[in-house]
Each structure stands twice: as structure tokens, then as C-alpha cells.
């Protein structure tokens, strides 16, 4: 094994180790053989003065090869005085071999009891002056830099330690930790770093107020959401800010060699810590098969959901990457994003799927093999005031991209559908669930391309979805407004709502419908009050919710399969799929009366259309011939 090189921190620290071998190898001879022996025609100390420079050239030896030099001290851990104690360790036993080539006499005045005495004065001198070391220039760099926040720790284990460890190093960048609480017994009333182990989480709200905690930083990554909700409701009554601590892994950035440590990954708590379920995970080596090497198109990839398609799929080896959206300024910013963190160029596509024509241009030039349908508009209120554009964008526009891909020959074509497509009460809903039947009724007609459509609720964090609009309520000051107190939705994250996507493609062949259990839904009002609770306010007492009454459109309760489809297992546990139903073979022409009806803009007429088609009231086609509806397509 190399020696480290040579710099001048390494001679000083040689030196220094030097002078503590040999103080320690003298008071270990004064220990054993007693302060008489101190004389200077004294044989045992003669001999111990000729040997001492052979110890201390194997003991330097040893530690270079043990690299204890390359250790600074500043950052000395227990790793490093087990290093401190192996190389101590290894320069006796070779000293001793020595001193049994040297003669009997020598090994006599080096007896074993000596020799155990001074391996322990050095392992402890050596230890003491680094950790001394460490000490003294962690206190230097405290500094007054910024106000001290007093913190509360949850989670006396290994999180815990760490995060209590780090700021007690970092007391001066503005956080300083004074206790801890866990629901562990055998933890109560014990001691980490010097902080007390002061109760439980039952205590938080109590303690945090007895002792003026400014900062409630939740260490517990294997937390469910559930435990993480209890806690937050715990400290309701405490204006604290809340932040969580993630897996350890990765809450130790640094490196190795030199033990450097920070808490960079201490974040505020999300709203998706607050799931009332555990997050779906999904094996995305096993979808980069189908991916892998295709030319892959993305529609309204500019969207919430189309721009998270993106990066997910970006990662995935895709020949070509097209982004497609109508919106230059969002499909210029993800084209953009996966440029510099992915180092793919993407191609950008300006075009409307509104624009049959252009599609066609759009997928002759292109050849896209896989193309995943997001772009639609989904904001409820908005789309019963205008049904038109609902109708031109969710119908129109699906029933052009999913012709013109099949008509191209696409292999894998996924359409992004929604839980307001079950016996929708809304336009938005109803369009989409037409979308839907358009899909089924395509997969049937060109047995080439593998038609799939995705199911899901409300995705987290998505624009103009109700949890950015509730943070931003509560950043004015509130009031929080919720339409109903007992309506609930299915919740999913976005990362969860792509993966489901991605698997779909996977799985699906002839129209199916893929569902993700989404687990329980949750009641909004409860939302909003963890919401508030996670800005360190007080639900009702410094954030008021106000009920402004159902709108146009919603529904109390969504559902996410209708009576009639069956839901089925698939190789996913957290996925499910229902079998495509049979399509009214008059579809094709109720859709063009209302594509029809929305280009002329009979707004009133359009609307009840909409919902009869979505829930399959499809008239007759002696009624359409009488009406003169029907259009050329």
C-alpha cells in the first residue's frame, strides 16, 4: 500500500506523533519500573533510549499505512481511532519481534506488562490530541452569524443522530437542536450528543411550548403518512415550522475521506408526506424495454403531467424524444430543461391537436412508434362555461391524434384519461370519458397499434389543482375555500400518475383501462387543514376555511370504475386493469354532431349532447338521419 504524499500538514502531524510516542513509551517505563529507574547509568532506561527512535519509526510506518494521515482532524470520527488503534496495534506486535532478534535482556526490560501500558497511552494520546483538535476548531467557527432557532428533534434514531450531531456542529448557521421526543420506551430519559431524550410524541405540543421551540424537524424517513399526519396535528397548537428529514442515505452528502457531512436534504414537509396511503413505486428498468431505442411522442407535453412524462422518459434511452403542445413558452422551457439535465436534445413541436392537417405533417416527418396522449383541457368551472372548447380539444383533438397515429402505423398509443370520466356529472368529465369510448372503439378498428387508457384521480401539485391554489390562499393570509365539507378526492402524486402512464404502455394491447389503487379518498376540508397545519398556523384560528357551495360540475364523490367494468389484478399489485367495453357503433356519428354543434357554438344544446353521448344514451340512427345531423367526416 502507497504512503500518502508528503505535504507539510503531513510533517507537523508526523512530528507531533512523533513526541506522543515517545512521551507515552517513556511514562509507560516510568509506570512499570518506577521513577528510580530514572537514573542515568540506569541499563533498563539506556536501553529504552536506544530502541525508542526504532519505535517511533515503526509506529509512523504504521500509521501511513493505515493512512491516518490522509485523516484530517478536524474531522476525526470512531471510524478513525479504530484506524488510530489497528495501526498502534500492528508497530507493537512488529516491535516485539524485533526486540526478540535484539537478545533476551532487551525483551525482559520490554516486558508484556510495559508493552500493554504503552500501547494504551499512545492509542489514547494519539485519540485525545486529534478529538481535542476536532473540538477547538468547531468551537473557533462558532460565530453569531444568524439568530439561533431553538429545534425540537422527532426521532431519537440513527436520522436523529445525525441531524442532531450535524447542528451541533453547525450552531452557528442559525439552528440549534434541544432534545429530542420518541415513542421508543427504552429510549426515554437517555441521552444523545448531550441533549435529552425529553417524551414522546404525545409531548410535542406541550414540550414545544415549555422550552420555545422555534423548528420541529420530523427524523423519522421510514415514517408512514399516517404517522406523519398525527404529528403534524400534534403541533397544531405550535407555531413551529415543521421540516422532515429524509433517508439517511441521503442525508449524508460528503466525502468518505473526509468525513465532511451536511444537511442539505432537510426540506419542509410536502403535501405528499401527507398521502393517505404509501406511495406507489414502479420498477422503471422493467419499462425501459419498450421505450428503449423508440421514437417516443408526448402530447400537451408542456403540462403538469406531459413535462413529468418527459423527464421520466428521457431517463429511459429513447431514439427521439418529440414534445408536442400548443403552448410555445412551456414546451420552450421543458425542451430546455431536458437539454441541460439530460443532455438529449428533444425535438419541440408547435401544433394544436385541434389541427388534423398539421398532426399528419407533424407524424409523416417524424415516424413517432409510441405516443402518449396528455394534452387536454381539465379545469371543471372553466370548461362548463365554455363546453365548445372542451369539446374541439378533449374529442376533436383525441379522436385526431389517435386516427392519425394509427393510420402512421404507431406501435404503443396511451391516452390520459380521469376519474371525472366516471358517470361524469361535469363537461370536462364527459368529454373525456367520450375520449375513452373513441380509444376503445379505435383498438378495434387497427389491430396494430396497441391502444391503453389510463385512469386516475386529482394528481398533487398539478397547475391550477386544488393544492397550489390552497398554499397560495394561505401565503395571502387566507381564507382557505373549500366548496363542500364532505367532499373527497382521489389523490396521487405526479411522479405516481407518470409511472402509472409508463406501466400502461407496458401492459396494454386492446383498449384497456389501467387503474392505480389509489388507496382511500380523502375529504378536501381535512387537506386544507393539514395544509395549514404545515405552515406552523392554526386551522379556523389564523387560517378561516370558508364553504363557497358546491360549483357547476362537481361532483361530492368521484368514482374510479363504473358498475358494469370489472376490475381485474395485474402483474403491478398497486395496478389494475378493466377490459375495454363494447362501443355504440353510432359513435362515430353522435361525435360528429358534436363536433358540429361545438363549431357553431349552440352552447346550450352542446351540453346536454355531451352528457347523454359520455353516458351512452346514444340515440338511434333513424333519430340522427331525421335530425339532419349527421356530417361528413
Given at each position: 500500500m502507497p504512503l500518502p504524499p508528503i505535504s507539510r500538514r503531513i510533517v507537523g502531524?508526523?512530528?507531533?506523533?512523533?513526541a506522543l510516542v515517545s512521551a507515552a513509551n517513556l511514562a509507560s517505563f516510568l509506570l512499570k519500573h518506577g521513577s528510580s529507574s530514572l537514573r542515568s547509568d540506569n541499563a533498563y532506561l539506556q536501553t529504552v533510549l536506544v530502541t525508542l527512535p526504532l519505535l517511533v519509526t515503526l509506529r509512523v510506518v504504521a500509521f501511513g499505512l493505515f493512512r491516518l494521515y490522509r485523516i484530517r482532524w478536524r474531522y476525526m470520527s470512531v471510524h478513525d481511532l479504530k484506524t488510530v488503534a489497528g495501526a498502534t496495534t500492528l508497530s507493537t506486535v512488529v516491535f516485539y519481534g524485533f526486540l526478540r532478534v535484539l537478545g533476551d535482556g532487551v525483551p525482559w526490560v520490554y516486558s508484556w506488562g510495559m508493552q500493554i501500558i504503552d500501547?494504551?497511552?499512545?492509542?489514547?494520546?494519539?485519540?485525545?490530541v486529534r478529538i481535542g483538535y476536532r473540538l477547538w476548531s468547531d468551537k473557533s467557527l462558532e460565530t453569531p452569524s444568524l439568530p439561533s432557532q431553538r429545534a425540537l428533534i422527532v426521532g431519537a434514531g440513527?436520522?436523529?443522530?445525525?441531524?442532531?450531531?450535524?447542528?451541533?456542529?453547525?450552531?452557528?448557521?442559525?439552528?440549534?437542536?434541544?432534545?429530542?421526543?420518541?415513542?421508543?420506551?427504552?429510549?426515554?430519559?437517555?441521552?444523545?450528543?448531550?441533549?435529552?431524550?425529553?417524551?414522546?410524541?404525545?409531548?410535542?405540543?406541550?414540550?414545544?411550548?415549555?422550552?420555545?421551540?422555534?423548528?420541529?424537524?420530523?427524523?423519522?424517513?421510514?415514517?408512514?403518512?399516517?404517522?406523519?399526519?398525527?404529528?403534524?396535528?400534534?403541533?397544531?397548537?405550535?407555531?413551529?415550522?415543521?421540516?422532515?428529514?429524509?433517508?439517511i442515505t441521503d442525508l449524508i452528502e460528503g466525502s468518505s475521506a473526509?468525513?465532511?457531512?451536511?444537511?442539505?436534504?432537510?426540506?419542509?414537509?410536502?403535501?405528499?408526506?401527507?398521502?393517505?396511503?404509501?406511495?406507489?413505486?414502479?420498477?422503471?428498468?422493467?419499462?425501459?424495454?419498450?421505450?428503449?431505442?423508440?421514437?417516443?411522442?408526448?402530447?400537451?407535453a408542456g403540462g403538469s403531467i406531459g413535462s413529468e412524462l418527459c423527464r421520466q422518459i428521457a431517463g429511459l434511452n429513447p431514439a427521439r424524444l418529440l414534445l408536442l403542445g400548443r403552448g410555445e413558452n412551456s414546451i420552450f422551457e421543458i425542451e430546455q430543461e431536458l437539454i441541460r439535465e439530460f443532455?438529449?436534445?428533444?425535438?419541440?413541436?408547435?401544433?394544436?391537436?385541434?389541427?388534423?392537417?398539421?398532426?399528419?405533417?407533424?407524424?409523416?416527418?417524424?415516424?413517432?412508434?409510441?405516443?402518449?396522449?396528455?394534452?387536454?383541457?381539465?379545469?371543471?368551472?372553466?370548461?362548463?362555461?365554455?363546453?365548445?372548447e372542451a369539446v374541439k380539444n378533449n374529442v376533436l383533438g383525441t379522436r385526431?391524434?389517435?386516427?392519425?397515429?394509427?393510420?402512421?402505423?404507431?406501435?404503443?398509443?396511451?391516452?390520459?384519461?380521469?376519474?371525472?370520466?366516471?358517470?361524469?356529472?361535469?363537461?370536462?368529465?364527459?368529454?373525456?370519458?367520450?375520449g375513452e369510448q373513441i380509444v376503445s372503439s379505435l383498438s378495434r378498428q387497427h389491430l396494430g397499434t396497441e391502444f391503453a387508457v389510463v385512469r386516475?384521480?386529482?394528481?398533487?401539485?398539478?397547475?391550477?389543482?386544488?393544492?397550489?391554489?390552497?398554499?397560495?390562499?394561505?401565503?395571502?393570509?387566507?381564507?382557505?375555500?373549500?366548496?363542500?365539507?364532505q367532499m373527497t378526492r382521489y389523490f396521487m402524486t405526479i411522479p405516481e400518475a407518470v409511472q402509472l402512464i409508463l406501466?400502461?404502455?407496458?401492459?396494454?394491447?386492446?383498449?384497456?383501462?389501467?387503474?392505480?389503487?389509489?388507496?382511500?379518498?380523502?375529504?378536501?376540508?381535512?387537506?386544507?387543514?393539514?395544509?395549514?397545519?404545515?405552515?406552523?398556523?392554526?386551522?379556523?384560528?389564523?387560517?378561516?376555511?370558508?364553504?363557497?357551495g358546491v360549483r357547476p360540475g362537481e361532483k361530492i364523490n368521484e368514482e374510479l370504475l363504473y358498475a358494469s367494468e370489472a376490475r381485474c389484478p395485474t402483474a403491478h399489485a398497486k395496478i389494475s386493469v378493466s377490459e375495454s367495453g363494447t362501443t355504440s357503433p353510432l359513435l362515430t356519428t353522435v361525435v360528429d354532431r358534436l363536433i358540429r354543434l361545438a363549431c357553431e357554438g349552440e352552447r346550450d344544446t352542446l351540453r346536454e349532447e355531451i352528457l347523454r353521448v359520455a353516458r351512452g344514451e346514444v340515440p338511434t340512427a333513424e333519430t340522427v338521419f331525421v335530425a339532419g345531423t349527421t356530417v361528413r367526416r
Open positions: 502531524q508526523i512530528l507531533i506523533d512523533a500501547w494504551v497511552l499512545t492509542i489514547c494520546l494519539l485519540s485525545g440513527d436520522a436523529g443522530e445525525t441531524v442532531a450531531r450535524e447542528l451541533l456542529r453547525r450552531s452557528a448557521e442559525g439552528i440549534v437542536p434541544v432534545g429530542f421526543v420518541d415513542d421508543e420506551p427504552k429510549r426515554r430519559g437517555t441521552r444523545i450528543h448531550g441533549l435529552p431524550v425529553l417524551g414522546t410524541t404525545q409531548d410535542i405540543a406541550t414540550l414545544a411550548q415549555k422550552i420555545g421551540v422555534e423548528v420541529i424537524l420530523i427524523a423519522i424517513p421510514s415514517a408512514a403518512g399516517k404517522t406523519i399526519r398525527d404529528i403534524v396535528a400534534r403541533c397544531e397548537a405550535v407555531p413551529a415550522r415543521l421540516c422532515l428529514v429524509p433517508d473526509t468525513g465532511i457531512s451536511r444537511l442539505t436534504s432537510i426540506r419542509a414537509v410536502k403535501i405528499e408526506d401527507l398521502l393517505r396511503r404509501e406511495p406507489v413505486q414502479t420498477d422503471m428498468a422493467e419499462l425501459a424495454g419498450y421505450l428503449s431505442g423508440q421514437r417516443v411522442l408526448v402530447t400537451g443532455g438529449i436534445a428533444p425535438i419541440a413541436i408547435i401544433a394544436d391537436v385541434k389541427d388534423k392537417d398539421r398532426l399528419e405533417e407533424v407524424f409523416l416527418a417524424e415516424r413517432p412508434t409510441v405516443v402518449f396522449h396528455a394534452a387536454a383541457h381539465k379545469h371543471v368551472p372553466l370548461m362548463e362555461a365554455s363546453p365548445s385526431n391524434i389517435a386516427e392519425v397515429a394509427a393510420a402512421c402505423g404507431v406501435r404503443k398509443f396511451v391516452y390520459v384519461s380521469t376519474d371525472k370520466a366516471v358517470n361524469p356529472e361535469s363537461v370536462m368529465g364527459a368529454t373525456k370519458r367520450i386516475f384521480g386529482n394528481v398533487l401539485g398539478s397547475r391550477g389543482s386544488v393544492v397550489p391554489t390552497m398554499q397560495k390562499q394561505i401565503a395571502r393570509g387566507g381564507p382557505i375555500t373549500v366548496t363542500d365539507p406501466q400502461a404502455g407496458a401492459m396494454g394491447k386492446h383498449g384497456e383501462t389501467f387503474l392505480l389503487d389509489m388507496g382511500d379518498p380523502v375529504r378536501i376540508l381535512d387537506l386544507a387543514r393539514d395544509l395549514i397545519r404545515l405552515s406552523g398556523l392554526r386551522p379556523d384560528v389564523d387560517i378561516k376555511i370558508e364553504f363557497t
